[in-house]
């Protein structure tokens, strides 16, 4: 038996509220609990990147980059962690290496200590640069392996792109389970593995979704996992992490201990729990309905997505259909893990297919470059009569689809001109443009 203590990253101000809050914390917010978070003793703090971005530009009418700002001001002994969607960064296209390197420079230089770099289809190409850019910032770079269900997808197939992170130069190794899909002895295997063969430190990021998360926590410590996320309470289970209350008792006077304090814990889960009942949001659960994820495998966040797709086309009721169509979709695709942007790639055809009433009539400009592989190589082959169907006579890339763009970053300067007073915000302009346009329009009124 191994002896060591477990670290526990934070997720609360990230993953936490995008999951069950739909990423509507202000920083506001989170400013008054920020020293008590810094004081707990935590790994790292995950406090931005990936929706985050998007959403205070789109809808909290704030600069993202002003907030990760404002958070390092306060936090001073704990690393600040984002996650980072490989080549397409936060938005949802690949940039050019040009952006890719601005993006990340920028981050470090900001506050950002651990950046985690993942691919939707874990094609590690596509996390090459941000890999590299991060480390000659000065970032500790995380590669994450996004954790799926399929004929492909076996322990060998994880440790192999666990490999090739390793040898990206990642500074260490996270397991990215995002459907709450990874099972405790799964995960014990895959940690034992993964340390075995990169001898880096392994990261293990599970959403409660399924109600398995706890279980496979335990498992992968006993396995030596070096760092397990989680969420406060308030903010914890259902499509969240677990909490980290649970799983500080549950590894108390064990060779595992992590040493942090519950009280200091509830203070602030009290903080969040006031905050959550002012907004009314609902605490995270696991129902029936969550559970069926076993068998169609779609993350609770596509099924919102699926489930508000649904209601406009006043097709709700088809929804049973889509949830069966989806694994049909993903299998024909060459099984790409659902997650941003392949959930909602896969998701939209197959209400196309279900809608339609007959199977890849209408196709999207996604699916065809998903097909032609501009967002990489799936994990296996595409079903040839869907790839005739989509393509036609188009070839298949097989660089990596990033060789083919050109720079970016002067012509964005150009774009944005005299509205950008930054470099970071030229950079928020090349990820969003309309909606980066609008909040500086908006902010040269004030």
């Known amino acids: 038996m191994q002896h060591h203590r477990v670290k526990i990253t934070d997720t609360t101000l990230r993953d936490g509220h995008q999951c069950l809050w739909a990423t509507r914390m202000r920083t506001e917010d989170m400013l008054p609990i920020l020293e008590k978070l810094d004081q707990i003793g935590y790994h790292s703090l995950e406090a931005w990147g990936d929706a985050t971005f998007d959403v205070c530009l789109r809808y909290l009418d704030e600069d993202p980059w002003e907030r990760l700002r404002s958070i390092k001001k306060i936090v001073k002994n704990t690393p600040l962690q984002m996650l980072l969607r490989g080549q397409s960064l936060v938005g949802y296209a690949h940039y050019p290496d040009d952006v890719v390197e601005a993006f990340v420079s920028k981050a470090v230089e900001n506050g950002i200590n651990i950046i985690r770099i993942f691919d939707a289809l874990n094609d590690i190409r596509n996390m090459e640069s941000a890999i590299k850019y991060t480390k000659t910032a000065g970032g500790h770079a995380q590669g994450a392996v996004c954790y799926t269900v399929s004929p492909v997808h076996t322990v060998e197939h994880y440790v192999q792109a666990a490999e090739m992170i390793a040898e990206a130069g990642a500074d260490s190794i996270a397991i990215k389970d995002m459907a709450g899909l990874l099972t405790p002895y799964k995960a014990h295997q895959m940690v034992k593995t993964f340390k075995e063969k990169t001898g880096l430190p392994v990261h293990l ?85 969550d559970m069926r994820v076993f068998n169609h495998q779609v993350p609770g966040g596509m099924i919102t997505n699926l489930t508000s797709q649904l209601e406009e086309q006043k097709a709700l009721h088809r929804l049973d259909e889509v949830l069966q169509e989806i694994p049909r979709v993903r299998e024909e695709l060459g099984y790409p893990p659902l997650v941003t942007p392949t959930s909602q790639i896969v998701g939209i055809q197959a209400v196309f297919n279900v809608l339609t009433g007959e199977r890849y009539k209408l196709i999207s400009g996604e699916i065809k470059a998903y097909v032609q592989g501009l967002y990489g190589k799936p994990p296996a082959k595409i079903d040839p009569a869907v790839l005739k169907t989509v393509l036609g006579d188009k070839e298949v890339i097989t660089c990596r689809p990033a060789d083919l763009l050109e720079p970016k970053m002067d012509l964005f300067r150009e774009e944005i001109k005299d509205l950008a007073n930054s470099e970071e915000d030229v950079i928020s302009y090349a990820m969003f443009p309309q909606v980066a346009e609008k909040f500086f329009q908006a902010r040269a009124q004030k």
């Open 205 to 289: 990021h599970c959403h409660f979704i399924s109600g398995m998360a706890i279980g496979t926590y335990i498992k992968a410590v006993e396995a030596g996992v070096d760092v397990i996320d989680t969420a406060s309470a308030p903010l914890a289970f259902g499509a969240s992490q677990p909490a980290v209350e649970l799983m500080v008792k549950m590894l108390e006077n064990t060779p595992y201990a992590t040493g942090l304090s519950l009280s200091a814990l509830f203070e602030i889960a009290a903080y969040f729990e006031k905050l959550r009942q002012e907004r009314g949001f609902e605490l995270g659960a696991t129902r029936f309905s």
